[in-house]
């Protein structure tokens, strides 16, 4: 009878340092801040806007009241587009990698299909936007007025490389935003 009861208690001895040996310890900043706080609404929106690998800072570029149809206008959303994703750490824009961009797609769908090589810039947005693959893509982020077809809102994701660990960092991304806008 000794020997079982040696044995029980050995056996759950070793259970208590087993599960002692599993447990964890999980601390979130917010714990310490009043519910609803400022700060765990920054805490949280900047977990969801940067990406986990190598700080990589998502934002979305908004346009509207703008003329879309105009080439000129085209080339001047690129170039602000290029003039953000330089604000990251790296100096070319071009060698970070990028969500899809809505103009490189739409230009090689117009370049590319023969039946939209002689209608209007609106009825070629309504067809890229009516594939599938396109649709899928920037369906959300081109907001289309139906019965002019012309385009009243757009967006579109980028993704900006920005050292999150230092301040001096931050302040100089917003510095150098300050100076695009």
Known sequence: ARGVVLVAFTGLLACGCYFASQATVDFHVTELTPFNARSDLFYYAQRDYVAEEGGRFRAKLYYNDLEFSDSNVRDQMRSFRTDILRLGSTTDAQSDPQ???????????????????????????????????????????????????????????????????????????????HEVT
């Open 99 to 177: 969500p899809p961009y809505w103009m490189d797609d739409f230009e090689q769908f117009v370049g590319n299909s023969n039946s939209t090589a002689n209608i209007t810039f609106f009825d070629q947005i309504d067809a890229f936007l009516r594939a599938d693959a396109f649709q899928s893509l920037y369906g959300r982020d081109i907001i289309l007025d139906r019965t002019s077809r012309k385009i009243l809102y757009l967006r579109e994701s980028v993704e900006i490389a920005i050292d999150l660990e230092t301040q001096d960092a931050k302040v100089e991304f917003l510095r150098r935003q």
